[in-house]
Nanobody
Framework: QLRLVESGGGLVEPGGSLRLSCAAS????????IGWFRQAPGKGREFVAV????????SYSNVAKGRFTISRDNAKNTVFLQMNELKVEDTARYYC????????????????WGQGTLVTVSS
């Protein structure tokens, strides 16, 4: 069974950067389509970005385009979310998930989720 563990969250000032990591543990050696979501206090879960198994295809939400970059290192079974030009409204718990394909993840039909990592953007 695939287990996802997020890390890299923390407190950052507006305009700053953070890189989140999602480590996928699976003894089968399979690669998975991985997405990032976030949930701000009092709000629903929101899609952020998704990357294909090969890493050759990516998709972003409007709030992420131009500021966030998703990437992966399959040798380390890890997916990253580089977040630049952070804003106060980016404050949220960030989760990674895996699914059958990019479309399924974007539609919210992920198969499994990590526990999340908290990002706080504040001066």
């Amino acid at each position: 069974q695939l287990r996802l563990v997020e890390s890299g969250g923390g407190l950052v000032e507006p305009g700053g950067s953070l890189r989140l990591s999602c480590a996928a543990s699976d003894v089968s050696g399979n690669y998975y389509t991985i997405g990032w979501f976030r949930q701000a206090p009092g709000k629903g879960r929101e899609f952020v970005a998704v990357i294909s198994r090969s890493g050759l295809s990516e998709s972003y939400s409007n709030v992420a385009k131009g500021r966030f970059t998703i990437s992966r290192d399959n040798a380390k079974n890890t997916v990253f979310l580089q977040m630049n030009e952070l804003k106060v409204e980016d404050t949220a718990r960030y989760y990674c998930s895996h699914g059958q394909d990019m479309g399924s993840i974007i539609d919210g039909n992920s198969d499994a989720w990590g526990q999340g990592t908290l990002v706080t953007v504040s001066s």
